[in-house]
Nanobody, 126 residues
Framework: QVQLVESGGGLAQPGGSLRLSCAAS????????MSWARQAPGKELEWVSG???????????WYADSVKGRFTISGDNAKNTVYLQMNSLKPGDTARYYC????????????????WGQGTQVTVSS
């Protein structure tokens, strides 16, 4: 059974930081592209970042323009976990964050395909 469990969300002030974790089980983590997406109330699901098992795309990571330079994705194959370090947070980053085993550069952001976690809430407010 494939399972993805996100954690690490919470409340942060503008300019603050949070680190999200996604623990994977039921598949070979190191053989998959892993990604983060987010969805704010009333808005569409959008890709945030991705990390590639073969590092064929530049340095092996991808970021949406809205988070580039502020967020960093990384993975630990031994722990079957992918992380999203979020710095310089803005109120616009407020959303529920999900991880998935999909390539954000070639896949439409939809939970109808792939495997997704239940998400973790991130709220940025003063």
């Amino acid at each position: 059974q494939v399972q993805l469990v996100e954690s690490g969300g919470g409340l942060a002030q503008p300019g603050g930081s949070l680190r999200l974790s996604c623990a994977a089980s039921g598949f070979t983590f190191s053989h998959y592209t892993m990604s983060w997406a987010r969805q704010a109330p009333g808005k569409e699901l959008e890709w945030v970042s991705g990390i590639y098992s073969d590092y064929s795309e530049g340095d092996g990571t991808w970021y949406a323009d809205s988070v580039k330079g502020r967020f960093t994705i990384s993975g630990d194959n031994a722990k079957n976990t992918v992380y999203l370090q979020m710095n310089s947070l803005k109120p616009g980053d407020t959303a529920r964050y999900y991880c998935a085993n999909l390539d954000p550069q070639i896949t439409i952001p939809t939970m109808k395909v792939g495997s997704w976690g239940q998400g973790t809430q991130v709220t940025v407010s003063s």
